[in-house]
């Protein structure tokens, strides 16, 4: 039975990613800062990881093989970018968008490699440098910093056989996405989860969308 660790998992798209991989059987470890209701009773293992906590991140181990890391948890942090308030937000969006799921691929990498196993990071849209517009500094700033460091990260473990890639989910229904948005969790995971599935050595280090369209920096 495969296994699969995903972070942020107490709610929005994380916890649908740990119903979905149940659902298919495969063993789910879910780690959350605070577990919620929904999560206890998806018969996940519930271990708590604060993303905001680099040595906590740093420092997280889990015995035996993973097939899958999904670096899911993510923060929208502060629409300014002028107070020193604003930047002590934006550092606190940059930890724990890139700089900890970057941490805890590192710390879980013997696990993934003993898989050949694959490292996603939950990245957005709204980090592509290509294709960018105002406002939101910090949200779109730590998320082209994942996209690199998770470009970094294919690079190096490629000799591994793991395969790394960040997904851009779409506009969906959740705490950060609002009630306007056009997707539901459970499709947009569905479309995440079947290009993990799909993804091969040649597209490690690429970012793409749950299409499985390829996305511009
Ligand atoms: N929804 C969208 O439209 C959309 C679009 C593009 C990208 N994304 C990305 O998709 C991912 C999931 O977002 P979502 O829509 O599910 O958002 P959400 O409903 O706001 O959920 C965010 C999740 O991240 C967790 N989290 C935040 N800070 C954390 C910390 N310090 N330690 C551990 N967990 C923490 C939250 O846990 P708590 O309950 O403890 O806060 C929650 O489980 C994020 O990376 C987001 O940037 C979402």
């Not at 996940?44 to 948890?73: K, W």
């Not at 082209?144 to 000799?159: D, G, I, P, R, S």
């Not at 229904?173 to 050595?201: C, W």
Request: charged letters at 20%; hydrophobic letters at 45%.
């Amino acid at each position: 039975m495969p296994t699969a660790l995903i972070t942020g998992a107490n709610r929005g798209l994380g916890l649908e990613f740990v119903r979905q991989y149940q659902a298919d059987g495969w063993e789910v470890i879910a780690t959350a800062r605070r577990s919620s209701p929904e999560l206890d009773a998806s018969g996940a293992m519930v271990r708590q990881l604060d993303m905001s906590d680099p040595e906590a991140v740093a420092n997280f181990q889990t015995d035996g093989p993973l097939d899958l890391l999904i670096a899911n948890a993510g923060i929208y942090g502060p629409a300014e970018a002028r107070s020193a308030d604003d930047g002590r937000a934006w550092q606190e969006v940059l930890t724990v968008n890139c700089i900890a799921p970057t941490l805890l691929a590192r710390a879980l990498l013997r696990n993934v490699a003993a898989t050949k196993g694959k490292l996603i990071a939950v990245s957005s849209r709204m980090g592509s440098i290509a294709d960018s517009s105002t406002g939101s500094i910090a949200y779109r700033s730590s998320k082209a910093a994942l996209n690199m460091a998770w470009h970094v990260l294919a690079l190096e473990t490629k000799a591994d056989g793991i395969i790394a890639a960040t997904l851009n989910p779409g506009w969906v229904k959740t705490d950060m996405g609002g009630s306007g948005a056009p997707l539901s969790p459970p499709d947009s995971v569905a479309g995440m989860r079947e290009v993990i599935a799909k993804l091969t050595p040649a597209q490690s280090g690429g970012f793409y969308d749950r299409t499985g369209d390829a996305l511009p920096w």
